[in-house]
């Protein structure tokens, strides 16, 4: 007889000897014995080290504790419980005009089952289901993805993944419910919001073609020294324009009326003026340093990660033209995405519709003939900016992908190195800000180059900008005491890391020059 059988034939818990004359049950077992430990040192509060290790660091576990959906108390709650539902209603609701504006039967039904396979992602959200690999669809993301998944977040769910990934898999799941269609693979569920959105911002577009549908042109009779300072003043406004045109955020804004949209682009002096004291971390005199030194070493390249279509794209492309124009750089490269990515973001569609519209467009019936040509003449020059190759639009597959820029450097290598030739890499946006800086819950006072890890840390990183209207939970580089600004606006403003009312511009000299290394 086996040493763990009674005789009655049942097994003793754990496999274990009953002890004598008594049972194995739990109802007859003898009472736990109790010690005091009374000269021992007390129990200590151990709290987890912060940040993590590099050797520790993956993108389940970043630096500092993730966002993730479950959390109540952050932007990721309110963002993987309603506000992607919503989103995706509407895009629904999109694809329904189209379906009804069509004849061909078989694009009506291929276009009906991308329809089915959007309900069953809207279900999977709802439901808080668990995150499948991607189908292979041909594009150049799909090994990435579903390594991603197989490695650091098999099993998990839209709630539990951090956020910024479930987050990005949502949408890389609703351009799979396109890309695996006849008909519709380049179907993009937002273009009908995004050219909207452009269309209904008559005063802030005018007010700026009107200033610069001319090259600009400094006074006469200036001094070198009046003319550097005016154009440091000219730079520092534009940067503002470039910043603050990021509040048009259409996953924000989706029911936002024509009137709060104005507000939110006002360009006049004035409001530039009141706003810069809401830019809680300004290195905007160091980004002014580091271009006018482009160009006293002849120019230079700058690179834009674009962030949203419509009016925050028209911004930077006339901050792209001043930088042209004043010889502060040679060239400017343009990074968007491959396919339709977080509501607003740039397309080449988006790209291409922008610049046409404004040469050849009606977009505004209102405006008069001299607003309409000075809209056109910029159309006209930013167009032969890219026939002369001064101006160059690209869209890495890597940008579309579920991995934070910390992984940039491993995960395409091609493009860190094609970054790295770079002098200055303005990152734009709000989803730009989350990938380049983990996306994890850092004190306020963490500086922004330990922010971004190896994208300052590397040899050969480039100098990196953030421009960032504040929308969502993580907020680093405010100095020594941004942990107390941040204390403070929490009790005075609850919400304000979401109301798009606060910026950063953060600069990291990073370390160009160096050779590239990767191991």
Known sequence: MNGSDKPNGQIVPNGAAPPPNGTTGT????????????????????????????????????????????????????????????ILGKAIEDV?????????EERIVDLVHCIERMDALMKELQDHAKLRPIIDDGEADVALWNKLIAKFFHGKTYMNAPWLFAEAYKYRRLQECFSVSKFWKNYDVF??????????????????????????????????????????????????ICLWGNSTDLSLLINMTEDQIKSLQSTGGANLAATEKNILGNHMERLWETVVSLRSNTGGRVDFVLDNAGFELYCDCVYADFLIQSGLAKEVRFHGKRYPWFVSDVTKKDWEWLLNSMVYGHLFPKASEEEK????????????????????????????????FWELHNEAPDLFLHLSRSDLVIFKGDL????????????????????????ASAAGAPRVCSMRTIKSDVVVGL?????????????????????????????????????????
């Open 432 to 455: 730009n800000h989350r990938k380049l800086t983990y996306d994890c819950a850092a004190p306020p006072s963490t500086d922004f180059e330990i922010a971004i890890g190896p994208m």
């Open 479 to 519: 100095g020594p005491e941004g942990d107390e600004i941040a204390e403070r606006l929490d009790k005075e403003e609850p919400g304000w890391k979401i109301s798009g009312k606060y910026a950063v511009v953060l600069l990291s000299e990073g370390r160009p020059g160096e050779k590239v290394i990767f191991t």
């Open 191 to 240: 273009f009908r919001q995004k050219c909207d959105t452009f269309s209904r911002s008559h005063d802030a577009v005018f007010e700026l073609s009107m200033r610069f549908a001319e090259p600009f042109k400094l006074k006469d009779g200036l001094s070198p020294e009046e003319k550097l300072e005016a154009e440091r003043l000219m730079f520092k406004e534009l940067t503002q």
């Open 27 to 86: 109802k007859d077992a003898p009472g736990r014995m109790a010690l005091k430990l009374s000269h021992l040192p007390s129990r200590q509060n151990i709290k987890p080290v912060y940040p993590r290790s590099p050797s520790s660091i993956d993108p389940n576990n970043p630096p500092w504790p993730a966002y993730r959906g479950y959390h109540e108390y952050s932007f990721a709650h309110a963002t993987m419980g309603q506000r992607l539902p919503t």
């Open 96 to 104: 329904i005009v189209t379906l009804n504006q069509e004849y061909d």
């Open 373 to 404: 040509d000075s809209l056109r003449r910029l159309g006209l020059r930013w167009k032969q900016y890219e026939k002369e190759g001064k101006w160059i639009y690209e869209q890495h597959p890597f940008w579309c992908t579920g991995f934070t």
